[in-house]
């Protein structure tokens, strides 16, 4: 099993629309929790990290359900601008290396 | 403030060349990366430094060696490029939440 698993999509959605993508992570000692954005051939971009108690910045909310071993990430309102690839990223406590799921590819149309 | 940067941005190669990837960062982080990236492989960790003057093997290490300058810069070097080291690399810096920062890469083609 992969130690951070997303649904690679493409998710197609027209504009306006709300879509939400999950990650699962497998390590219970998992600490820090992130979302990150990348362009079509450009670097990994931080979109936000995600806390306990979850988080919200503009049209995008994250939230991170320990139990299940999973981190959420909502976005509403779709924009043509909101098309890229999303990953996934966990670092566990203690270790400098985190973790990179291989990211869901989103297509906003008009 | 500059963030990551990476230099050069485009390199093609022949089989059995050599070059050096340079990466800085002036954010004063401690731990650095350096990550391939190849179409449906995702980001794969070639090595890292956790702090000046350590170096770690990462997920891909063969074909490479790593060299942590100072504090600011950590170079990755091929030292006989072969065409399965075509890719785009990419090298980050870890924030104080363990947030990356990433450079904007290097695409590299080795023929």
């Known amino acids: 099993r992969k130690e951070v698993e997303q649904d690679p999509g493409p998710f197609n959605v027209p504009e306006g629309a709300t879509v939400a993508f999950n990650c699962t992570y497998s390590?219970?000692?998992?600490?820090?929790f992130f979302w990150y954005r990348q362009d079509c051939r450009k670097e990994p971009k931080l979109l936000m990290s995600?806390?306990?108690s979850g988080n919200e910045d503009g049209r995008f909310t994250a939230q991170l359900n320990r139990a299940s071993q999973y981190i959420s990430l909502l976005i509403r309102d779709s924009k043509l601008s909101d098309s890229a690839t999303y990953l996934c990223?966990?670092?566990?406590?203690?270790?400098?290396?985190?973790?990179f799921g291989r990211g869901t590819s989103l297509i906003v149309h008009p | 403030n500059a963030g990551v940067t990476q230099t050069p941005k485009f390199q093609v190669l022949k089989t059995g060349q050599s070059m050096t990837l340079q990466c800085a960062q002036d954010?004063?982080?401690?731990?650095m990366y350096w990550y391939r990236q190849d179409p449906g492989m995702g980001l794969r960790l070639i090595y890292y430094?956790?702090?000046?003057?350590?170096?770690d093997k990462g997920e891909v290490p063969n074909g490479y060696n790593v060299s942590r300058l100072n504090k600011r810069e950590f170079s990755l070097r091929l030292e006989s490029a072969a065409p399965s080291q075509t890719s785009v690399y990419f090298c980050?810096?870890?924030?104080?939440?363990?947030?990356?920062?990433f450079g904007p890469g290097t695409r590299l083609t080795v023929t």
């Open positions: 430094s956790a702090s000046e003057g350590t170096t």
């Open positions: 980050a810096s870890r924030g104080p939440g363990d947030e990356q920062y």
């Open positions: 954010m004063n982080h401690n731990s």
């Open positions: 995600v806390y306990s």
């Open positions: 390590n219970s000692a998992s600490q820090s």
């Open positions: 990223v966990v670092t566990t406590g203690g270790s400098y290396i985190p973790t």
